[in-house]
């Protein structure tokens, strides 16, 4: 039932213990029906199957009055999402309208409360992805590796939840499939280019870290899938991109890269041309180029757990110079900060050190991959905003910040700022918070949903008994809204830590 999902949900929430959250959702994995397993793996981790609803705060803000017991099921409950999800067209609002009043009336005050805390994306219990993968592993008795592999390869822990517990052999039998796009591998962090390859050690592949959008590219024969970093399908919006990967002479690959915009000087444009050039297919004109850094799949051969040196030299082959992303290999690290110099005089953000020997790796952030920029900057997630004055009256202006802390699933501040915003940034804030806006206003701060994520640039960290963290940003500014993350991919309170090496 709903009602055990939601305890389960306030159990974990509860505690601190990682093993006492694993426990407890473990224990609910274990009990849930074939029939419901997807569902409630899901929902454990805080989302809903949907991708949209139609959904959000204000059409949540008024509800019927709870049910006095529970009689919801898992199942239901998500058919009646199913249904809300396909209501478009005339009169769609008020059938809206109609199925939340009829599923919410339904459901007992922590129902409700949980409810509607996941269709905003408020379901904060400390629960993550890997948690869920972890608490699966243990429910299935099936080794941890082999589910995170299968979960990396077959775009989510949810596809995977149903072989789990057909044993080991279910989950080896997950394999990359040409069109449908796995999990990102990501590059943790070094003040320095020397302090990064001595992290990775031997020789080394240093890449330029273009500031655009990391795509992932699929083919086979002339069918091709472009998707973001959060597997989003965006091929429809990148006709040019498409063009060049079907040119290339193969029939079946996947590429890993970027997609970014660069001007006539050879220089990047502002970040937020080639996001608003990948948010729609006409883009204001704005061309984006595509440049691959990596190889997974060619023409029938998996490269997932190759060498990295192995997959260069592939993708040297197939992909010509100038749609690769300019990088050098060294076991020098001078050479390899002289790259870096290189780059940033480019206009470039700084250079990602990988090891040669590492194999391709998804989900947590290990030393295989190593990413080195000049300016400190951390993604973090709005927790409130103020009013503005003088010139700034009437526009919602300094943001609270906040940092992602994993064992609480809530966030932690580490200070507000106001400063590297535009007037036209202001424009879009002011609307954008306005919708994300909670109740608990005074008037001054308006608390908000915490889902919108923002790069923040920085000088340095302080030691603060201001904030719960005890930490504080020193000269925070906006260096652009991040769309394409979502809070989960926002850095932890423990990486802001490890900058200070507390």
Same mark, same amino acid.
């Not at 204000?58 to 999800?85: C, G, K, N, Q, Y």
């Not at 005089?345 to 391709?360: D, F, I, M, N, R």
């Given at each position: 039932?709903?009602?055990?999902?939601?305890?389960?949900?306030?159990?974990?929430?509860?505690?601190?213990?990682?093993?006492?959250?694993?426990?407890?959702?473990?224990?609910?994995?274990?009990?849930?029906?074939?029939?419901?397993?997807?569902?409630?793996?899901?929902?454990?981790?805080?989302?809903?199957?949907?991708? $949209?609803?139609?959904?959000?705060?204000?059409?949540?803000?008024?509800?019927?009055?709870?049910?006095?017991?529970?009689?919801?099921?898992?199942?239901?409950?998500?058919?009646?999402?199913?249904?809300?999800?396909?209501?478009?067209?005339?009169?769609?609002?008020?059938?809206?309208?109609?199925?939340?009043?009829?599923?919410?009336?339904?459901?007992?005050?922590? =129902?409700?409360?949980?409810?509607?805390?996941?269709?905003?994306?408020?379901?904060?219990?400390?629960?993550?992805?890997?948690?869920?993968?972890?608490?699966?592993?243990?429910?299935?008795?099936?080794?941890?590796?082999?589910?995170?592999?299968?979960?990396?390869?077959?775009?989510?822990?949810?596809?995977?939840?149903? $072989?789990?517990?057909?044993?080991?052999?279910?989950?080896?039998?997950?394999?990359?499939?040409?069109?449908?796009?796995?999990?990102?591998?990501?590059?943790?962090?070094?003040?320095?280019?020397?302090?990064?390859?001595?992290?990775?050690?031997?020789?080394?592949?240093?890449?330029?870290?273009?500031?655009?959008?990391?795509?992932?590219?699929?083919?086979?024969?002339?069918?091709?899938?472009?998707?973001?970093?959060?597997?989003?399908?965006?091929?429809?919006?990148?006709? =040019?991109?498409?063009?060049?990967?079907?040119?290339?002479?193969?029939?079946?690959?996947?590429?890993?890269?970027?997609?970014?915009?660069?001007?006539?000087?050879?220089?990047?444009?502002?970040?937020?041309?080639?996001?608003?050039?990948?948010?729609?297919?006409?883009?204001?004109?704005?061309?984006?180029?595509?440049?691959?850094?990596?190889?997974?799949?060619?023409?029938?051969?998996?490269?997932?757990?190759?060498?990295?040196? =192995?997959?260069?030299?592939?993708?040297?082959?197939?992909?010509?110079?100038?749609?690769?992303?300019?990088?050098?290999?060294?076991?020098?690290?001078?050479?390899?900060?002289?790259?870096?110099?290189?780059?940033?005089?480019?206009?470039?953000?700084?250079?990602?050190?990988?090891?040669?020997?590492?194999?391709?790796?998804?989900?947590?952030?290990?030393?295989?991959?190593?990413?080195?920029?000049?300016?400190?900057?951390?993604?973090?997630?709005?927790?409130?905003? =103020?009013?503005?004055?003088?010139?700034?009256?009437?526009?919602?202006?300094?943001?609270?910040?906040?940092? $992602?802390?994993?064992?609480?699933?809530?966030?932690?501040?580490?200070?507000?700022?106001?400063?590297?915003?535009?007037?036209?940034?202001?424009?879009?804030?002011?609307?954008?918070?306005?919708?994300?806006?909670?109740?608990?206003?005074?008037?001054?701060?308006?608390?908000?949903?915490?889902?919108?994520?923002?790069?923040?640039?920085?000088?340095?960290?302080?030691?603060?008994?201001?904030?719960?963290?005890?930490?504080?940003?020193?000269?925070?500014?906006?260096?652009?809204?991040?769309?394409?993350?979502?809070?989960?991919?926002?850095?932890?309170?423990?990486?802001?830590?490890?900058?200070?090496?507390?």
């Amino acid at each position: 039932m709903l009602a055990d999902v939601v305890a389960t949900s306030a159990a974990v929430s509860a505690t601190r213990s990682r093993k006492a959250k694993t426990a407890a959702l473990a224990e609910r994995l274990a009990e849930a029906s074939p029939e419901e397993l997807e569902v409630v793996t899901s929902y454990l981790a805080g989302s809903l199957l949907q991708r $949209r609803t139609g959904l959000g705060w204000r059409s949540l803000a008024a509800l019927p009055t709870p049910a006095e017991a529970p009689t919801l099921e898992v199942v239901e409950v998500h058919e009646a999402f199913d249904e809300i999800a396909a209501l478009a067209g005339p009169g769609s609002a008020a059938a809206r309208t109609s199925a939340v009043a009829a599923l919410f009336g339904r459901a007992t005050a922590d =129902e409700q409360a949980w409810l509607r805390g996941i269709v905003t994306g408020e379901v904060r219990q400390g629960a993550l992805d890997s948690l869920v993968q972890e608490a699966l592993a243990a429910a299935a008795g099936v080794p941890l590796p082999a589910l995170r592999r299968a979960a990396m390869l077959a775009g989510s822990t949810v596809a995977v939840a149903a $072989r789990a517990f057909a044993g080991e052999e279910a989950l080896a039998d997950v394999g990359l499939e040409v069109g449908r796009p796995v999990l990102p591998m990501l590059a943790s962090s070094a003040p320095t280019v020397a302090e990064a390859v001595a992290k990775v050690g031997g020789a080394v592949a240093v890449d330029t870290k273009l500031d655009g959008i990391r795509i992932q590219v699929h083919r086979a024969g002339d069918d091709v899938v472009v998707a973001t970093r959060t597997l989003d399908d965006i091929t429809h919006r990148l006709p =040019e991109v498409v063009d060049l990967v079907r040119s290339l002479p193969a029939d079946r690959l996947v590429l890993d890269g970027e997609a970014i915009s660069i001007g006539d000087d050879g220089r990047p444009r502002p970040f937020q041309e080639t996001a608003s050039r990948t948010a729609t297919r006409s883009g204001s004109g704005v061309h984006v180029s595509a440049y691959f850094f990596d190889l997974l799949h060619l023409d029938g051969r998996d490269l997932l757990d190759a060498p990295l040196a =192995e997959r260069l030299a592939e993708l040297d082959a197939l992909v010509p110079e100038p749609s690769r992303v300019a990088r050098v290999m060294t076991d020098d690290a001078t050479v390899a900060e002289d790259f870096a110099a290189d780059v940033l005089k480019q206009g470039h953000e700084g250079v990602v050190v990988k090891s040669l020997t590492a194999p391709w790796e998804a989900g947590r952030r290990g030393a295989g991959w190593i990413k080195v920029k000049p300016v400190h900057t951390l993604d973090l997630v709005v927790l409130a905003v =103020e009013w503005g004055s003088g010139r700034r009256r009437g526009w919602l202006s300094n943001i609270h910040l906040g940092a $992602r802390d994993p064992e609480t699933g809530g966030f932690v501040m580490l200070g507000k700022t106001f400063k590297g915003m535009t007037d036209e940034m202001l424009r879009w804030q002011t609307e954008r918070f306005t919708e994300l806006a909670t109740d608990g206003t005074d008037g001054w701060v308006v608390p908000v949903r915490p889902v919108q994520v923002v790069e923040i640039a920085f000088d340095g960290l302080q030691r603060s008994t201001r904030y719960p963290g005890g930490l504080a940003l020193r000269f925070a500014r906006v260096v652009r809204y991040r769309d394409d993350k979502t809070a989960d991919d926002a850095d932890t309170i423990e990486t802001v830590r490890g900058l200070v090496g507390s």
